[in-house]
Every structure is written in structure tokens, then in C-alpha cells.
């Protein structure tokens, strides 16, 4: 028998059990929209109702993921006005779930595809979970990564399955998302599953194997794994774990963490219905809070048009690359080529010698025996990926090749003499792009014969972890290679952002403002180890004097004095910055010119490592006769990035919003509370006029260079904010 409900179809067979097939008519993807709401409640009627005629209860979906969870559409715009109405959907939805979890019938959730957040919370709410093995499938509660907590019954029920420890870790406080193999290891699915036919075959074994099936936490006297905070012993180890978390997030204004915790531990000292109560509330302070607003823009809207490209240009073919030339095999050249070859793309490797070449082979080897003894890959992929990669001295290995990559030392002179070494090997409308940090594009692009294929493509350290591409368009960028080079970026499975060519582009620029402004406070006298502080209360992920030690303190020198000599030859005045002569004295008088020479801000040991902040530092500059107050100090970090990054966009070296919020937080460690540089500025205390005010009042205590942009002003005047 078949009945229609608006997202859930009823299928019973003869034997009496019951398949709820999730399949939301008007949405890709499942959803607890206000539909699924009706839909839920109309057949937990049903279900009662027919209690009788029914055997057990299978979860599954129609659609390629099992369910995706909240609705983010309209979770972003859940305000103080609009919360009530939102709480009593959830409450809703939970309640439904919950009259056929407690029906007193057997219910399976078959998981067929993704179940992240809701739809992981729909499973929580199933006596037996069978994740089918799909690639690409994944289970999880990520939403601490959109700074909200699971409020559909998924802290208390983690809570309940696994224990407070065990549920903060592994699922509510890092969001991780598990591949249905990995969600069997950890405890968070019963089976897995081969074939879809198999999964239902062992969701029916369960069913009649277990007609009185109840939930664990549903049995009288069931105990909480672990224990809770009212038995002494677990209540010995508490206090641990808010002073962990107080160190996971040092100080930033991250609410979700705290929220969770607070939720699972009172959660876990009350009955069932209370415990849902109380997270539900946590849920809805975060929902109507700002910072859960940024993250859902920046790592859902934002991230989604970036992948889906937004910034690449319409309209032409895709054209994958079959083998690429990586041109130096150092630090960058050796992760590009792992990251390449991970890809299945055949890759020539190429060197002064053989040897150095393989050198950089050898770090891809070095990776692959490390997720080797983890369980990460097997033998198999290991020698395959490998066989991808050819290193060579000799430029005549390169025939063939229809996409180069130049990694080579930082140098005009080299980058232009290597193009020229391989021009006539490759293939004659090869894709060329360098992974240079600082020069021009427009520069490089000089150097060989077909400036319209040349593009910058700007890889972070460590290639094989940085999720991020900073794709570069020079002047005589065609757009045929920008489409190109999107693609591999894609294909290697990173995230590209898209600039005009500029000095330092948008990345290293804007985190150059952020470096710049720690400096100058050192010299302003301000205690070091609070400007230290300051950067890391503002959730920034390096301190930023450790981050400049190792970048080391000759670069920033060596970019200044080319840059101001490029504006002065351009006829223009060269504003300086209060950090310059810090760098300068660091550098010639004190002989501490970062990591790498073995002293800098920090003292280090034998080995490198760092010990202690100098104690130099607090001699040789001078204490300000104003103390600056420590909520400066952190927006005076935040502010510098923020307001150069509204100068991009006039400069036109930023083109979209999505693309500098994006690449604030994955290149350069831009808080990800804030939602990214121009997602910070929109939802800044009093939007953005509230933010020209702090602006102007920055400018007058530190110095014009925080006086707001006329685009900023602009914006602000006519009520607009910043989005594409
Ligand atoms: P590296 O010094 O580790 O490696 C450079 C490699 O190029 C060396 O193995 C060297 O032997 C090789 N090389 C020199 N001349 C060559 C030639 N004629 N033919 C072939 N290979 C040659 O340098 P790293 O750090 O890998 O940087 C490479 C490029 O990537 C530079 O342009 C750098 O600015 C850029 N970059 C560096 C980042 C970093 O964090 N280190 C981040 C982003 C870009």
C-alpha cells in the first residue's frame, strides 16, 4: 500500500514493515523545512493509528544523500522576531521523531547516502543504524562548523549513546565528518552496507530479529556511558574540559563550543524531554547570534559559489589536463606534484638534477607511508600514485606535457629562463602558470611567447593541507587559461579564488597589514605577549610575531623597498608604515632577523624550536605614554586586513565577495567566527556605519591608515552591504 505525504512516502508490504522513503518533491536534497515538519507529523499519526498492522519502520531516501539537515536558507535569516516560530518547528519535528522512536516497534534507519546534521539526527532517532558504503558519503553533526549546535535531539542522543566524553569528541565539538567505514570504528552506525539491496535485506534481519526493539536509553535504569556529573568520579574530571575548550578556542568569540558543552552536561543530569528542552534553547541563542550568521554565509553560501564557479568564466569547454610539468621540486614543487598525482594526473617532475628531483619525489613517498600506517590507503594507491610521478634533470622529459607549473627559487630572471628552457617541448598550447608569492604576473608573463596562457597560481604551505588557490589573472590573462587552470585547481580538489594581478595579489597583501600591525604595536611599547594574546582572542590560528619569525623579517623588508620603489617610480609618495622601523632595527641593530636565523621576535633552541619571547624587546622599545586597550589591539588586527581588503575590491584586484571572504579564512587564517574580511564588515556591531565609526576612531588614535575607503563609505551611506 502507498499513501502520499508531502515529503515522505509511505510504503508498507505484506509483512508489515513500513518504508518512510524521504524524497521532498520541490528540493534536490531533503530538508526539515516546514514540509518535512507536516510530512513527519502526519505519519507519526498514521503510525500510531496503525500501530497495530505494523511490524517495524525502515528510514531511507529517494534521493542521492539520505537528508541534509537544516534548511540554511532559513536558518540565516532566524532574528530575535522570528526565533519563536523557528523553535516551535523544531520542537515539532523532534516530537514526531520521537512518537516512532518510542512506538514500541522496531525502527532502522537505512542510510543510503550523505546524513549530516538533521539527517544524522533522523538516523540518532532509529534503534538500528546500516550505512550503505557510497563514495563520497558522509555522517556527522558538522554543525559547530556553521557555529550552531545539532538541535534536533543530537546532543542528547550522542550524549546518551556514547557518553558526554566520547559524544564532545568525536561528534559535537569538531563537527568531523566520518565516512560511513570511519562512522562504523567510531560508533556512530551499527552496519555498513555494500549494496543498497543489502542494506534493506540486513534492515529487515534487524526488524525480525528484534520485534520489541527499543532504544538503549528508553530501557528503565539505563546509565549513561562514562557517567555523568553527578557521579563523583566523572565529576572529579569535568572541570577539565571547559579549561580544554578555553584552550582550543583561546579566548576567541566562538559560542557554539561552549553552547554544546553546556547543553551535554546539563543534558545529561536530566530526563530525556527536559535534556531536548535545554538544547533547544542553546540552539536558539546561537541561531539568532551573529557569529552563526557569518559561518553559515562564508562556509555555505559562499564556499558553494566559489567551488561551483562563480568566478570562472562561462561558456567554455572543459579541457582536463592529461600530464603537467612541475618546474622545481622544493617545498612547493614536491606538494603540488603530490597533490597532482593524488588527482590521477601524470606528472614530470622537474629539477636542476635527477637527483634533486627525486628528492622532491621522495616527499610524496614520505606522505604516502604515513597514511599507509594509518589505514589511509593501501598498497595499491600507494604505488600507483607514485608511478604518476617522473622526476627528471632533463628538459626533453617534458614532451607531452599540456599544463606546466613553475615552482622554482623566488627570482624574474629564473622563472623567465625556465619557461624559455621548455617552451618548444610542450605541448604548443600548453597551460603555463607560475606559483610565485610576490611577482607580478603581468611580469613573468613577458618571458614567454604566449602571454594569453599565462597564469598565476598560487599554492599555500603545506600544498598537501592547504585547502586553498589564489588563481592569478595577469594583464593578457585569457580567459581560456583562467577556465583551465579553474578546473585543474578543482580536479585537485582545492578551492580557487580569482584576482587581478597586483603586488603581493590579495592574500599575501592583506596578511602582510595583519603582520604589520602586530609589529608596529611591539613598537608602540605594547607588551609582546599581549599582542600575541590579542591575535589569538581573536581567533586568528598563528600568534602573529611567531607567524612573522617565520616568514622571516629580511622578506616584508625586501617587498617594501620594491614596492615603494615601483610607487615612487610611478610618481606617487610612498605612505610607510609604523612597522618598518621595527623590522629595521630587528634586522641591523639587533642582528634577529627571524626563525630561520636562529633569532627574532622569540628566542629559539638548537633545534629551532622556539622558547621564549626576547627579552629584548620590552628594553629596546619604548613603553607608549597611552596604554592601548587590549579590544584595540585585536581590532586593530582585524580592522587592518579588513579595510585593505575594501581597497581590493576598488582596486579591482578582489572581483567577488564569496572569493576574499573564502580566501581570508582558508590562505591566510582570517578569523572564520567573522565569516571572512568583508562578511566582518556586514556584521559588525551597527553593520557597516557602525564599522566607519570604529574605523575613523582607529584613525585617530594609530594612524590614517585606517581612515575607511570611500567604497566602504559609500556602502555605508546607502544602507548596502557587501555580497555579490
Ligand atoms: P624551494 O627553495 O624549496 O624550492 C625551489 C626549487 O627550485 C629547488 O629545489 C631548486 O633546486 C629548484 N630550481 C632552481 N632552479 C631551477 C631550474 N633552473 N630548474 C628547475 N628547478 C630549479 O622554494 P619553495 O619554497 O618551494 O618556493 C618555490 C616558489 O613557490 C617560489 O616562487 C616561492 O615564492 C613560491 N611560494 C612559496 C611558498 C612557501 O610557503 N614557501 C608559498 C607560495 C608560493
Known amino acids: 500500500m502507498t499513501t502520499e505525504s508531502t515529503t515522505i512516502r509511505w510504503e508498507q508490504d505484506e509483512t508489515g514493515v513500513v518504508t518512510l522513503v524521504l524524497d521532498d518533491p520541490d528540493q534536490s536534497a531533503n530538508t526539515m523545512n516546514q514540509a518535512f515538519k507536516d510530512s513527519i507529523e502526519a505519519i507519526a499519526d498514521r503510525a500510531e493509528a496503525e500501530k497495530d498492522s505494523i511490524r517495524g519502520i525502515i528510514y531511507t531516501s529517494a534521493k542521492k544523500t539520505f537528508f541534509a539537515g537544516g534548511d540554511l536558507k532559513d536558518m540565516i535569516k ?50 538500528h543504524r546500516i550505512a550503505l558504503d557510497a563514495p563520497g558519503s558522509r555522517i556527522g553533526l558538522p554543525e559547530v562548523t556553521l557555529g550552531l549546535l545539532p538541535a534536533g535531539g543530537g546532543v542528547t542522543r550522542t550524549v546518551r549513546l556514547m557518553g558526554i566524553a566520547d559524544a564532545l569528541l568525536k561528534v559535537l565539538l569538531q563537527g568531523t565528518q566520518y565516512t560511513p567505514r570511519r562512522a562504523l570504528e567510531n560508533g556512530l552506525v551499527h552496519e555498513v552496507a555494500a549494496t543498497r539491496e543489502e542494506m534493506i535485506e540486513k534492515a529487515r534481519a534487524f526488524i525480525d530479529a528484534n520485534p520489541e526493539s527499543r532504544q538503549p536509553w528508553d530501557v528503565k535504569g539505563y546509565k549513561i556511558p562514562g557517567g555523568t556529573p553527578s557521579n563523583p568520579k566523572f565529576a572529579a574530571n569535568l572541570p577539565a574540559f571547559p579549561a580544554n575548550l578555553k584552550k582550543q578556542l583561546a579566548g576567541a568569540p ?120 594509518r589505514g589511509r590507503t593501501t598498497e595499491a594507491k600507494r604505488d600507483e600514485l607514485l608511478a604518476r610521478i617522473t622526476p627528471t634533470g632533463d628538459v626533453a622529459d617534458l614532451a607531452g606535457c599540456d599544463a606546466v607549473i613553475e615552482a622554482v627559487f623566488e627570482d624574474t630572471g629564473l622563472k623567465h629562463k625556465v619557461f624559455q628552457e621548455i617552451q618548444d617541448v610542450i605541448e604548443p598550447d600548453a597551460l603555463l602558470c607560475s606559483n610565485t608569492s610576490t611577482l607580478p604576473i603581468t611580469v613573468l608573463a613577458e618571458g614567454v611567447s604566449r602571454p594569453a596562457d599565462f597564469i598565476g597560481l598560487h599554492f599555500f604551505s603545506p600544498v598537501d593541507k592547504m585547502p586553498l588557490v589564489e588563481i592569478i589573472k595577469g594583464e593578457r590573462t585569457g580567459d581560456e587559461a583562467l577556465a583551465r587552470a579553474f578546473d585543474l585547481v578543482r580536479r585537485i580538489k582545492k578551492t580557487p579564488i580569482v584576482v587581478n594581478d597586483s603586488r603581493g595579489f590579495f592574500t599575501s597583501r592583506v596578511i602582510g597589514q595583519f603582520i604589520s600591525e602586530g609589529v608596529a604595536m611591539v613598537g608602540e611599547g605594547v607588551e609582546p605577549a599581549s599582542v600575541e594574546q590579542a591575535a589569538a582572542q581573536s581567533g586568528y590560528p598563528a600568534k602573529v610575531l611567531s607567524l612573522m619569525d617565520d616568514l622571516t623579517l629580511t622578506l616584508p623588508r625586501k617587498i617594501r623597498n620594491e614596492t615603494r620603489r615601483a610607487v615612487e617610480e610611478a610618481g606617487g609618495t610612498w605612505p610607510g608604515h609604523p612597522s618598518d622601523e621595527v623590522i629595521d632595527r630587528m634586522v641591523d641593530e639587533f642582528g634577529r632577523p627571524g626563525r630561520s636565523g636562529g633569532a627574532g621576535f622569540y628566542d629559539y633552541d638548537e633545534e629551532g624550536r622556539r622558547t621564549a619571547l626576547w627579552p629584548g624587546l620590552r628594553e629596546h622599545f619604548t613603553k607608549a605614554d597611552a596604554e592601548v586597550p587590549f579590544e584595540d589591539m585585536k581590532e586593530r588586527m582585524l580592522f587592518s586586513e579588513a579595510l585593505d581588503s575594501v581597497r581590493c575590491l576598488e582596486e579591482n584586484v578582489l572581483i567577488s565577495v564569496a572569493d576574499a571572504n573564502i580566501g581570508s579564512i582558508m590562505g591566510i587564517g582570517f578569523p572564520p567566527w567573522t565569516g571572512g574580511v568583508l562578511q566582518y564588515i556586514n556584521g559588525y556591531e551597527g553593520g557597516l556605519p557602525g564599522f566607519v565609526a570604529r574605523a575613523r576612531e582607529l584613525a585617530e588614535r594609530y594612524g590614517d591608515r585606517f581612515l575607511p575607503p570611500a567604497l566602504l563609505v559609500e556602502k555605508a551611506e546607502k544602507g548596502e552591504t557587501f555580497h555579490d
Do not use: W
Open 254 to 373: 566562538m559560542p557554539a563550543p561552549r553552547n554544546i558543552l553546556a547543553a551535554a552536561v546539563e543534558g545529561s543530569q536530566v530526563d530525556f524531554e527536559t535534556a531536548l528542552t535545554i538544547e533547544a534553547r542553546y540552539f536558539t541563542e546561537l541561531v539568532t547570534g551573529q557569529v552563526s550568521k557569518n559561518m553559515i554565509q562564508a562556509f555555505f553560501f559562499d564556499l558553494q559559489a566559489v567551488n561551483s564557479g562563480a568566478s570562472r568564466p562561462k561558456g567554455i569547454p572543459e579541457r582536463p589536463v592529461r600530464k603537467v610539468a612541475v618546474l622545481g621540486a622544493g617545498m612547493m614543487g614536491a606538494g603540488i606534484a603530490y597533490s597532482c598525482a593524488r588527482a590521477g594526473i601524470e606528472v614530470v617532475l622537474k629539477d636542476v638534477s635527477t637527483e634533486a628531483a627525486a628528492k622532491g619525489k621522495a616527499y610524496s613517498e614520505k606522505l604516502l607511508a604515513k597514511a599507509l600506517s
Open 78 to 127: 532566524v532574528g530575535p522576531e522570528n526565533a519563536q516560530a523557528a523553535f516551535d518547528t523544531g520542537t515539532a519535528i523532534k516530537r514526531s521523531l520521537r512518537r516512532i522512536e518510542t512506538l514500541g516497534k522496531p525502527v532502522v534507519a537505512a542510510i543510503n547516502g550523505a546524513a549530516l546534521g538533521g539527517g544524522y539526527e533522523i538516523a540518532l532517532a532509529s534503534h
